[in-house]
Structure formats: structure tokens, C-alpha cells
T-cell receptor, first 117, second 116 residues
């Protein structure tokens, strides 16, 4: 089946504007993750959704960042009042479940490259 | 603090040569370690996953080793090809009982460039 898809692939926005990034996980995957990858840095965990449970928002860097997952499928990451330091590649991943088991392999989307000017 | 450190940061080799990438981690309690390959402009793709009891695992020309005692892993690439040019990321997962249960800790990656 189709893999994880993300849109847009690239987004250029002016400082102070709001942006929305979209993630379509693999069908049937109950867990969905957002990561941020800044230039020269490792992936940084942002937020994770598992089924109907409350999301783990512990990685969100500020209250300007929020995410929702509608109907247990598509997710939107929203960044309000964007700042230049928000420029990064935002990666979404999904998995069959949540946990440390190797069965819960995370499959990544191609990412959205966000540039804040 | 859970950390994953990789070396070298970047590596250039000639096509056909072998190379070894290193990963040291402090994630505890340890559950599993994964190596991902990330091509430019793409999301990471899993190469190998190893649990505590596994010392080595191969995937084609990629062979990963794990020493859980010293908390070190390596990824060996044999007979490199131009298509091996990518970032290789070491990722460690904590097991149940820890505050980071299930969360992945990512290394910064090693950028490998294979020249003809």
C-alpha cells in the first residue's frame, strides 16, 4: 500500500505567519509521530498520537506549536507566528502501535521543508 | 539524559571500498537499536533493528553489530556503491520502566559520500 505522505513538500513563509503541515499515515497505523530535523542536527521528537489516547506533547518546543489528528488518521501540525528558528524539515512517521518493540517499526514520510524568511 | 553519538560526522570513500560507522549511546533501559538510511530529501528508511540479545545483523551489504556491555554499535558497509551516499542514522529505543518508554533517541547521523 501507499507509504506515509506529507504536504506540502516545501513551504516558504514570512516571519510571523501561521503554517499548517499535513501528514497522511499508512492506513491501519494507530501511532503517528512528528519530528523536526534542523540542518546538521539529529531528528527531534515533537509529538506523538496513539489511537484515542491523549497525545504526548512533551517534545513541542513552544506553545506556538500544536498538532491534531482527526478521525485517528490524518494529522496537521500547526506553527503559529513562525520564527526563523522554526526553519527545518518536519518529518511525520507512523507505526502499527506504540512501544519499544521492534514490531512497531516507524515508517517515515518524505518531510516538509519549512523556510521562514 | 539519553544520548546517541555517532562518528565520524562525515566520510568520503571510493566506490567499491568498505567502511564502518560508529554509534555510542547512553539510553537506558535499552530496548533496541536501529540503523536508518536517509537519502537527501527523503525520510529515513530502516536498515536493521537489533535487540539486547543480538550481536550482529545483516541486510545485504550492510552489517550492524551491537555490544550492549559497552553500549556501542557499528554499521559496516561492504563493497560500497554510489547509491550508498546518504546519511546513516543510529536510533536507540528505551524499554518499559523508563520515562522514555518507546521513544526513539536519534543520533546526528554520519554523512557518507561514495565517489566513483
Amino acid at each position: 500500500g501507499a507509504g506515509v505522505s506529507q504536504s506540502p513538500s516545501n513551504k516558504v513563509t514570512e516571519k510571523g505567519k501561521d503554517v499548517e503541515l499535513r501528514c497522511d499515515p499508512i492506513s491501519g497505523h494507530t501511532a503517528l509521530y512528528w519530528y523536526r530535523q534542523s540542518l546538521g542536527q539529529g531528528l527531534e521528537f515533537l509529538i506523538y498520537f496513539q489511537g484515542n489516547s491523549a497525545p504526548d506533547k512533551s517534545g513541542l518546543p513552544s506553545d506556538r506549536f500544536s498538532a491534531e489528528r482527526t478521525g485517528g488518521s490524518v494529522s496537521t501540525l500547526t506553527i503559529q507566528r513562525t520564527q526563523q528558528e522554526d526553519s527545518a524539515v518536519y518529518l511525520c512517521a507512523s507505526s502499527l502501535g506504540w512501544g519499544a518493540s521492534s514490531s512497531y517499526e516507524q515508517y517515515f514520510g518524505p518531510g516538509t521543508r519549512l523556510t521562514v524568511t | 539524559k539519553n544520548q546517541v553519538e555517532q562518528s565520524p560526522q562525515s566520510l568520503i570513500i571510493l566506490e567499491g571500498k568498505n567502511c564502518t560507522l560508529q554509534c555510542n549511546y547512553t539510553v537506558s533501559p535499552f530496548s533496541n537499536l536501529r540503523w536508518y538510511k536517509q537519502d537527501t530529501g527523503r525520510g529515513p528508511v530502516s536498515l536493521t533493528i537489533m535487540t539486547f540479545s543480538e550481536n550482529t545483523k545483516s541486510n545485504g551489504r550492510y552489517t550492524a553489530t551491537l555490544d550492549a556491555d559497552t553500549k556501542q554499535s557499528s554499521l559496516h558497509i561492504t563493497a560500497s556503491q554510489l547509491s550508498d551516499s546518504a546519511s546513516y542514522i543510529c536510533v536507540v529505543s528505551a524499554s518499559a520502566g523508563g520515562t522514555s518508554y518507546g521513544k526513539l533517541t536519534f543520533g546526528q547521523g554520519t554523512i557518507l559520500t561514495v565517489h566513483p
